[in-house]
Antibody, heavy 120, light 108 residues
Framework: EVQLVESGGGLVQPGGSLRLSCAASGFTFSTYEMNWVRQAPGKGLEWVSYISRSGTTIYYADSVKGRFTISRDNTKNSLYLQMSSLRAEDTAVYYC?????????????WGQGTLVTVSS | EIVMTQSPATLSVSPGERATLSCRASQSVSSNLAWYQQKPGQAPRLLIYGASTRATGIPARFSGSGSGTEFTLTISSLQSEDFAVYYCQHYNNWPPYTFGQGTKLEIK
């Protein structure tokens, strides 16, 4: 069974940093591209970042570029999102999601999400 | 950046009836479009990819159509568990991926 489990969320002050993790199981992690998607309270979905299977290709949404860093460790079946210079508008549930190229690139599995709250 | 616009924002339908949700792209995304369902407190679930192909385990009452800039998600006979928020998302010529703002399907 495919499972994605996020962790690392919490309350952080504006300007602070936080590192999110996503533990993957039930599939060969190294053969899938991965993404982070976030959802502010009561709002819609916003794509945040993408990383290729090997980690050599990375993309960010303009809203987080220069502040967030995506990475992965295929030996640990884990995806990460290092967030710095956090702002109130970064408050959201952060989901990791698997991209399935067999489906053309749709996001076929999502974790349950981890809540990040940026507030003083 | 491709902008995805969903309509209506809220759709009220009775159980057993048909629901039709729309998604429009600001430029062509070919058939590189997915639909997701999200229930309160849950992660999104993939329903449709490639504009019209149902994901694994998705009931046949869900169908997708369209290409280019106009897309439709149809739920043929609404069940109680179908009342949720639905999002469309393109994955054509990304980044960035963009999602529509969502359509809330509520019980009439």
């Amino acid at each position: 069974e495919v499972q994605l489990v996020e962790s690392g969320g919490g309350l952080v002050q504006p300007g602070g940093s936080l590192r999110l993790s996503c533990a993957a199981s039930g599939f060969t992690f190294s053969t899938y591209e991965m993404n982070w998607v976030r959802q502010a309270p009561g709002k819609g979905l916003e794509w945040v970042s993408y990383i290729s299977r090997s980690g050599t290709t990375i993309y960010y949404a303009d809203s987080v570029k220069g502040r967030f860093t995506i990475s992965r460790d295929n030996t640990k079946n884990s995806l990460y999102l290092q967030m710095s210079s956090l702002r109130a508008e970064d408050t959201a549930v952060y989901y990791c999601a698997r991209e399935n190229l067999t489906f053309g690139g749709a996001l076929d599995y999502w974790g349950q999400g981890t809540l990040v709250t940026v507030s003083s | 950046e491709i902008v995805m616009t969903q309509s209506p924002a809220t759709l009220s339908v009775s159980p057993g009836e048909r629901a039709t949700l729309s998604c429009r792209a600001s430029q062509s995304v070919s058939s590189n479009l997915a639909w997701y369902q999200q229930k309160p407190g849950q992660a999104p679930r993939l329903l449709i990819y490639g504009a019209s192909t149902r994901a694994t385990g998705i009931p046949a009452r869900f169908s997708g159509s369209g290409s280019g800039t106009e897309f439709t998600l149809t739920i043929s006979s609404l069940q109680s568990e179908d009342f949720a928020v639905y999002y469309c998302q393109h994955y054509n010529n990304w980044p960035p991926y963009t999602f529509g703002q969502g359509t809330k399907l509520e019980i009439k």
